[in-house]
C-alpha cells in the first residue's frame, strides 16, 4: 500500500464537507419551492460525520472491484464524491430532493451515479454487502470469476442502525459460511434521530462482533490526540476523555473551545502538567484537539485501513462527531437540523469557496493541475463504470409433471428436479436457497442431485454412519443450495445480493428461494428493498392459504396476494394446475433476464416488460389435473393473468373467476349451476397482480390518447353481458379479485379469506370461510338472472 497523499486528501475532505452542505442548503434555502414552506430536508450533520470516512474510503483505501452500501444520511457526500470526479452532474445536485435529481438516499435504480446498494430502511444496507461477500465467494468457488481478485464488500453505518435486529441475523448467517472479504465501517457518533447512544455500547458491539469471529479495529483517537497523549499530564487527558459519557462530550463540542477549557480545568486541570498542556492551545486549538477522534483523522482512518490487508471481516468502530466541521456539531437536535444562511456563509469563508463559485468542483483548491492529477489516479474510480453487463442464459422448455392429481408445490420441486437432472447453461446456473425450510417446500429432490453449498467440503455425516435417509446432505464448493436459518430477512437479502450478481460480479445467477408464503411478511422489508435494488430472483411462498389447514392460523396466509399485487418489481402468479406452473416458472427464468428499455406489450399493456423478479404463491392441496387444453391462447392467457377455463355463452348470468388451489370449487360450482343458470363461465386467473397491472396501464395509455389501448381483462369481461354478475373466488383475501367488477361495470360477488384461520381439515375451513363450492353455489343463486329495471 502506497503512502497516503495526506494533503491532497484533506482537500478532497474540504471539498465533500463543502459540496454536501451546499447540496442540502440550495435544496432548503435557495432552490424555488413549489410546496410553500415545506422543509426539503437532508442530513448536513451525518453527512459531516461521515466525510473524513468517506474520503479515506473512496480517495485511497477502495479498490475498483470493491462494492459500497453507503449510510441512507450520508447521500449528499455520495454524491458530492461522483460530482468532485465528474460523474455526476451539477443539475442533479441542484436538484437535489426534486423530481428527477439525485435521491434522498443512494438508489441503484433512482440515481445516475455507480450505487452498489441502495440504502434507505436502516439496517439493511449494513447487511446488504455481508450476503454480497456470500454470492461472491460461490461465484469464485464455480470457477466463474477466477481471473478477477475478491473485492471487499463494505458497509458505511450509522451506530444508531445497530439498534435493527436485522444486523444480528445477519451477523450470525455469515458466521455460518465462513464469511470474509466484508468490512463494517461504523460512524459512531454516538447520536441518534432523538437522542444520545447509551454509555458503553462500544463494549458491546465488540463483545458481538468478536464473538462471531470478525476483527475488531476501533479508530478512537486521532493524531493530534495521540500526540497530545504522549505529552506530560496526556495519559490524564486520555483518561477523561475516556471517562467522559457520550452526552457531556457531544454539548461540549457544541459550546466550542473556551467550555471545553473550563471543564477539563474544574475536573483535571488542577494537576500541573496537564493543565500546562492545555495552556500551550488556544480555545480553537483546544477544540481542534478535542474533536480530533479517530473517525476525523486521515493519518489515523487510511493507516486503519491499510493495516487490514487479510480477507477475515472486519468492523472498524470508527469515533466521530455529529455534524463535524459545521455549526450544527454536537449539538442533541442537528439530525434534521439545517444551517442558516449566516452559518452557511461562514463555512464557505472558512472553507475558502469564493462567492459565486460554490458549485466550482475544485473551488478553492490552490493547485488545480496537481490536485486534478491526483483525482485521475484515485483507484476505486480509475476504471470507469463499475456495473456490468451479462448475456442471458438460454430457457429450455419445462415440461409440466404428468401426474393426475397433485398440488402446485409438489409439482415446483419436480419441475426444478427435471431440470437438475437435464442440465443444461440454465440449470446450472440456478443457485436454491431456504430459511431452513427446504424439505417442507420441496426443494429436496433439486437439493439431492446439485448439493448444498460451501466453501470447503463438509461430508454427509449420516450417510457416511449409513443412517438411511432421503435427503443426501453433502456440502461441497460445487453445491448449488445454500442452507439459511430460521430469518426471513436473511432469505430476501440473499436474494436480493445473488439477484445482483449480473450487475455487480458479470456473472448471471438464477435465484430461487422458498419459505413458507405467512412468513413473506416478516421478510417483507428486506423483500422491497431487494425490489428497489432490482435485483432478480423468484421468490416461493408455499404452503399457502387456509388450505393449510391442520397447521392453524399461524401457518396459514391470508394477505400474501395482496403484498404480490401490490409490490413493486414483483410479478405475482397463484396457479392452480401444473401445466400453468411450468408454463410461469419458465417464464419467470426469462423474466429474471430481461434488461433496457421496452414499449408498452400491446397485448396486455403490460408496461413492466423489462423484467423483474417473480412471487409465486404455491399450495399443497392436490388438484385433479385437466386432461387437455384445446384453447390456442391458453398458454399466453397464463403468462399474461387469465384465461377462460369454461368460456361463458353469449346470454351468461353467472361467471366465476377463481385464483388458485380453489380450482376445484369453482368447478364444481360451475356444473351445479350449469342446469338452472344460461351460459355460465368460468374465467381461470393466474396472476390478479399482471391482470391489474394491464388494465391499469391501458387506461393510463388512453388518458394520454391512444385510444385503442385495451387490456387483456377488457378483452376478457367486455363481452359479458351488463346483467352478468361475477362471483370471485380465492384462498386470500377478497380484495385481490373483486376489482374485476370495475373493468366492465359488473356486479361483483368476491369471496374470500378475511380472519385468521384455525385448525381444521380443509373441507372444514373453506366451508367456514366461505369458499367452497357449496358457498358459491349460494351466492350465484342469490343473484339475478336477467337485468332490473326499476319504476320511474
Known sequence: MSTPPIPHLRIVQQRLLWLACWTVHNANALRPKDDGDIKVGGHQASSASMVSLMTALYFHALRPEDRVAVKPHASPVLHAAHYLMGRQSRENLENFRAFGGAQSYPSRTKDSIDVDFSTGSVGLGAAMPLFAALTQDYLHAHGWIDG???????????????????????????????????????????????????????????????????RVVRLKYGALQRAAFA????????????????????????????????????????????????????????????????????????????????????????????????????????????????????????????????????????DPDAFRAFLDDVPFFAAGSRRTRTDPLPVPTLPAPQDRVQSTQAGFGKILDALAKDGGPLSDRVLTMSPDVTVSTNLGPWVNRRGLFARDAQPDTFR?????????????????????????????????????????????????????????????????????????????????????????????SVGTPLIGMSQDGLAAFEPAFLDE????????????QRDGDAAPDERTWLRDETGGSVYLRLSTRPVEQ?????????????????????????????VIAYQGCVAPAAIEAAGRLAGDRRDIGVLSVTSADRLNAGWTAA????????????????????????????????????????WLGSVAGHRTVPLGVEHFGQTGTIADLHRHYGIDADAITAAARLTPGRPVRFAG
Not at 626 to 654: C, M
Request: with cysteine; glycine share 12%; hydrophobic share 40%.
Open 231 to 366: 505529552e506530560p499530564g496526556g495519559e490524564a487527558l486520555r483518561d477523561w476523555i475516556d471517562a467522559c459519557p457520550n452526552a457531556l462530550y457531544s454539548a461540549l463540542t457544541y459550546q466550542g473551545g473556551a467550555a471545553w477549557r473550563a471543564r477539563l480545568m474544574d475536573d483535571i486541570g488542577d494537576q500541573g502538567k496537564t493543565a500546562a498542556l492545555f495552556d500551550r492551545r488556544s480555545d480553537a486549538d483546544l477544540a481542534a484537539l478535542m474533536e480530533n477522534l479517530g473517525g476525523h483523522c486521515l493519518e489515523t482512518l487510511c493507516e486503519g485501513f491499510d493495516a487490514v490487508a487479510d480477507d477475515r471481516p472486519t468492523v472498524f468502530l470508527a469515533y466521530t462527531v455529529k455534524g463535524h466541521g459545521t455549526p450544527l456539531a454536537g449539538h442533541k437536535d442537528n439530525h434534521a437540523g439545517l444551517m442558516t444562511p449566516a452559518q452557511m456563509a461562514d463555512l464557505q469563508t472558512r472553507l475558502g469557496v469564493p462567492e459565486g463559485q460554490e458549485w466550482e468542483p475544485l473551488a478553492g483548491v490552490p
Open 626 to 654: 385437466p386432461l387437455r387444453r384445446d384453447d390456442p391462447g391458453f398458454a399466453q392467457g397464463v403468462i399474461d393473468g387469465a384465461y377462460w377455463l369454461r368460456p361463458p355463452g353469449p346470454n351468461a348470468d353467472v
Open 148 to 214: 478477477r481478485p475478491a473485492g471487499r464488500m463494505v458497509a458505511l453505518i450509522g451506530d444508531a442502525e445497530l439498534d435493527e435486529g436485522n444486523i444480528y441475523e445477519a451477523l450470525q448467517e455469515g458466521w455460518k459460511h465462513d464469511l470474509r472479504n466484508t468490512w463494517w465501517v461504523i460512524d459512531y457518533n454516538r447520536q441518534s434521530l432523538d437522542g444520545v447512544m447509551r454509555e458503553g455500547l462500544w463494549r458491546r458491539i465488540e463483545a458481538i462482533f468478536t464473538a462471531f469471529d470478525w
Open 699 to 738: 387506461r393510463r395509455a388512453r388518458a394520454r390518447g391512444q385510444t385503442g389501448a385495451r387490456s387483456l381483462a377488457e378483452r376478457l369481461l367486455d363481452g359479458l353481458p351488463r346483467h352478468c354478475t361475477l362471483i370471485t373466488v380465492i384462498d386470500g383475501h377478497p380484495a385481490t379479485l373483486a
Open 464 to 556: 457416511d454412519q449409513k443412517v438411511p435417509s432421503t435427503q443426501k446432505w453433502a456440502f461441497s464448493p460445487t453445491g448449488q443450495h445454500i442452507e439459511l436459518g430460521i430469518a426471513e430477512n436473511n432469505l430476501m437479502l440473499m436474494l436480493g445480493a445473488a439477484g445482483l450478481s449480473h450487475s455487480l460480479f458479470g456473472q448471471r445467477l438464477i435465484p430461487v428461494g422458498t419459505l413458507y408464503d405467512p412468513f413473506v411478511a416478516r421478510g417483507l422489508d428486506a423483500l422491497n428493498y431487494a425490489c428497489y435494488q432490482d435485483a432478480r430472483f423468484v421468490v416461493v411462498g408455499t404452503p399457502s392459504g387456509v388450505t393449510l389447514a391442520p397447521e392453524g392460523g399461524a401457518h396459514q
Open 581 to 592: 406452473l411450468a408454463l410461469i416458472m419458465g417464464w419467470s427464468f426469462d423474466y429474471l
